[in-house]
């Protein structure tokens, strides 16, 4: 051989050839057959092209926030002609064509919890394709409601009695005027308004719903 891969015996007609890797990083190798006679001694070569076999990595398991998209920016891809990505579930790729896509959940993908993403790489007609798999983990979003807008007398409390929330870990209620709420972490309390509320004539109650990992918190608002 002109490289340095191996035969597993040289002195057969029809060995097996395993090129090495500075074979495969040149692309080619000549490879050199000589007959022993006895007069005389006479050789002939072939060249043998060596196509890098496909490479696929879609990453590390990970997790996201139903309302996110995710990127996936950890996949490589390595002597491929194309590739291509699919899931599991019913969420959507921004491109399935390219090696680093978003994926958008899909409804059925926040109920079970998880969806395997699967990157197939094609590669050279000799080589063939391979594949492989990531478990996106997908954790609900808190959501928050705090109701319609009302009204209420300066000198009375009023029952924040419309607001909702989903999927979270703790509540908090805030205002942005000078008023009081009887219990700020509960979902529907009784605010009393301040000087200022009273003053101003209005007030800005927010309902913020947190929910722990990857979701952080969301919020909504009622005059």
Do not use: K, R
């Amino acid at each position: 051989t002109s490289g340095t891969g191996t035969f597993n015996d040289n002195t057969s007609l029809t060995p097996v050839y395993t090129p090495s890797m500075d074979d495969i990083d040149n692309g080619s190798v000549m490879l050199t057959l000589t007959a022993f006679g006895p007069d005389n001694n006479v050789s002939d070569d072939m060249t043998l092209t060596i196509f890098g076999s496909a490479m696929a990595y879609a990453g590390e398991d990970a997790t996201t926030c139903s309302s996110d998209m995710y990127e996936l920016i950890e996949a490589t891809a390595e002597n491929y002609v194309s590739v291509e990505w699919t899931t599991s579930g019913d969420g959507t790729f921004n491109d399935t064509q390219v090696i680093n896509p978003e994926y958008t959940p899909g409804s059925m993908d926040v109920e079970a919890g998880t969806v395997t993403l699967m990157f197939t790489v094609t590669g050279n007609e000799l080589c063939g394709d391979t594949s492989d798999d990531i478990v996106l983990t997908i954790e609900a979003a808190a959501t928050a409601y705090a109701g319609e807008a009302t009204s209420v007398c300066s000198n009375s409390t009023i029952m924040l009695s419309e607001a909702m929330a989903e999927n979270y870990s703790t509540i908090e209620w805030s205002t942005s005027g000078d008023g009081a709420f009887n219990d700020a972490s509960s979902m529907n309390p009784e605010y009393t308004p301040g000087m200022n509320d009273a003053n101003n004539g209005s007030v800005m109650l927010t309902l913020i719903a947190t929910v722990n990992g990857s979701c952080g918190e969301t919020s909504s608002e009622v005059t």
